[in-house]
């Protein structure tokens, strides 16, 4: 049954591989900015690395939101994609880019004004509150200019050329890691600044990020920016966006913010600083070890979007969809592999160490590491399932419900009386934390075999 469902019509998986390897290697590249921060960060100690965690706490919501404008604005491009669309394409891209970078806007604001109170939300560790504040105001304002250039990519992305994004982000992690070095360590006569050299780095990175994906925009002829189409999109298409992407928006602004709620019982644990320490670096390997995972889903929302669009029937619209997730699944075996391969070979002996971990962080460390190994089969699924599959067919809201119920009802009760009433081991701790897998994956496959989810969402006319 498996074999059957996955063999496919010939140049299947060569499309599915040319859309998904620019989209991995995009990921990758993105995930190891943030990698190169933790890890040079973390030569400072284990105090600074803790200090940064905190303070990405509310950057990584508005990092995950923007994701959410993205993802909500794929589903409306890829279908536009198909028909041929590209004035309402255009039309797309005004309504998100007035969205995006209102709410960045705000953030940034907040983050910048109340530093002290934001962190105190997260940590009562005054120690970590005081190295993380000129990290915090400095690097809300850049995802600003990230949040502009990430829709851009998206955009790119919907209509098959995730090439883009792989070249603009890798610009961007090139400019980061030099000037990490540079101002973190005070090199080539610069002043050493610590975390707020990572701060101005990263700042910095953005701005350039922007600058290229704008002089790209203005020259593209693949797809012209009609700024006509830009800056008056119509009631029409904002009814569509708001229709069809504020429940994607919703739903990763309040995963966002579960997740963070996680990291929030972390910081008042009573070994919280060897948490988030540990934290700090499995949560930078499990973003690495998944970013094939979400390019796979990437690749699955332009593949399921553009069929939609272009009026395949449901039949074989379900069938592509569910070779998707069964190579979502196989992947996800595969790095689950990996990862326990690579624990007692590389991460003990060798990462761990040059991170200079404490006895506490490193056994924080190798608990979290297993667990999310073994989880991984199962979130790969959710990942094209929900963010891929559902949200392509125009059931954005039904996958929200999915993604998000898990998340609250589940992991966040669970971790916060593991964690602060009955102070378990931290595997325990860890367990409870992916505990959201157990519910998500079986409702996600009921959804999906409904087939209530596949919708053209482009043949409504204004």
């Known amino acids: ?12 998986y060569q499309r599915l591989w040319r859309l998904s390897l620019p989209i991995i290697l995009q990921n990758l590249i993105t995930t190891s900015l943030g990698f190169a921060d933790t890890f040079m960060v973390g030569l400072l100690g284990n105090a600074e690395m803790a200090a940064v965690t905190a303070a990405n706490v509310p950057i990584f919501i508005i990092q995950v939101v923007i994701f959410g404008f993205q993802s909500g604005l794929a589903v409306l491009v890829s279908q536009y994609w198909g028909r041929g669309d590209t004035d309402n394409i255009n039309r797309c891209i005004g309504v998100a880019l007035y969205a995006v970078t209102g709410f960045a806007t705000a953030i940034s604001l907040i983050t910048f004004f109340f530093p002290t109170q934001v962190l105190g939300l997260i940590t009562p560790n005054q120690a970590l ?29 919907s209509t098959e050329y995730p090439a883009f994004g792989m070249f603009l982000f890798g610009i961007s992690m090139c400019v980061n890691t030099f000037l990490n070095y540079v101002l973190i360590f005070g090199k080539f006569g610069a002043p050493a600044l610590g975390v707020t050299g990572a701060a101005i780095a990263t700042f910095t990175s953005r701005v350039v990020e922007f600058l290229v994906a704008l002089g790209f925009a203005l020259f593209n002829h693949r797809l012209p920016l009609k700024p006509s189409c830009i800056f008056r999109p119509g009631t029409f298409i904002f009814r569509s966006f708001v229709k069809y992407s504020t429940p994607v928006v919703a739903n990763e602004a309040m995963w966002s913010l579960g997740t963070s709620m996680l990291t929030v019982i972390m910081g008042h644990m009573d070994n919280s600083q060897d948490i988030l320490a540990a934290y700090a670096l499995i949560g930078n390997i499990d973003k690495l070890s998944t970013v094939v995972c979400f390019g796979i889903a990437a690749s699955a929302a332009v593949i399921v979007g553009k069929e939609i669009g272009a009026g395949t029937d449901h039949k074989k619209v379900y069938e592509i969809s569910w070779t998707l997730l069964l190579v979502s699944l196989m992947i996800g075996g595969g790095v689950m592999l990996l990862l326990l391969g690579l624990l007692p070979t590389f991460f003990l002996p060798v990462l761990f160490p040059l991170f200079k971990l404490s006895t506490g962080a490193t056994l924080a460390a190798t608990s979290m590491a297993i667990v999310y190994a073994i989880f991984m089969p199962m979130r790969a699924f959710d990942i094209t399932n929900i963010t891929g599959v ?19 009802l589940v992991a966040i009760p669970l971790m916060a009386v593991t964690a602060l009433v009955f102070n378990a081991p931290v595997p325990l701790v860890c367990i409870a934390m992916q505990a959201e897998n157990l519910c998500k994956c079986p409702l996600g496959l009921i959804r999906f075999r409904s087939r209530k989810w596949i919708h053209d969402i482009t043949r409504i006319e204004p």
């Open 1 to 12: 049954m498996v074999i059957r469902s996955l063999r496919r019509e010939p140049g299947f």
């Open 390 to 408: 559902l949200r392509a067919g125009g059931d954005a809201r039904t996958a929200s419900i999915i993604d998000i119920t898990p998340l609250w």
């Open 129 to 157: 509150i005081d190295l993380a504040t000129s990290y915090i105001q400095i690097v809300g304002f850049s995802y600003i200019f990230n949040g502009i250039s990430s829709i851009y990519a998206g955009v790119q992305r």
